[in-house]
């Protein structure tokens, strides 16, 4: 396996507040899943909420969340900040601890969060041995744009074996 495809980085705990959805995909319809995402960022974008939550972050990141809440598939599209906004559903709280860090790039956000999920949770997760992912939220982070191409990450918080 291509080892610069991942590091492992120590973050302290951070809390992203997030406007959520529930998907109801089964979750292995992929196809389904990221039709539902993309339908949902298209929805927010459109209705003045992203730029809403985009105006009171304390950096550019925007991060599209992936928690299991209760037993339901939730996506959050969220910023890093301390305020908040009425439209807000959740503060979602990130441990403290290791996380398996994936660096990329797409033409567009959908396609650097298909691409970096695809590459975290189907190459570098069930290829390596020690460490692993045990749950709590995930996210893909957006960057900025770099050379026309949208540039970002995957932070997933992990346990060693």
Do not use: C
């Amino acid at each position: 396996m291509n080892m610069e495809k991942y590091t492992l980085e120590e973050k302290d705990a951070f809390i992203v507040l997030g406007i959520g959805t529930e998907i109801t995909s089964d979750y292995t319809d992929f196809a389904g899943i990221n039709k539902e995402k993309a339908d949902f960022w298209s929805a927010i974008k459109q209705d003045g909420r992203l730029n809403k939550l985009k105006s009171i972050a304390e950096n550019d990141y925007i991060f599209a969340v992936n928690e299991a809440v209760n037993n339901k598939m939730m996506h959050y599209a969220g910023v890093m900040t301390d305020a908040s906004i009425e439209e807000a559903s959740r503060e979602i709280q990130f441990p403290k601890g290791q996380y398996l860090v994936v660096k990329g790039e797409g033409q567009t956000a959908d396609e650097l969060s298909n691409k970096l999920t695809g590459i975290a949770f189907g190459q570098v997760l069930p290829e390596v041995k020690n460490f692993a992912y045990v749950g709590g939220p995930n996210a893909t982070v957006e960057m900025g744009i770099r050379d026309g191409l949208v540039f970002g990450e995957m932070w997933i918080p992990v346990v060693k074996k």
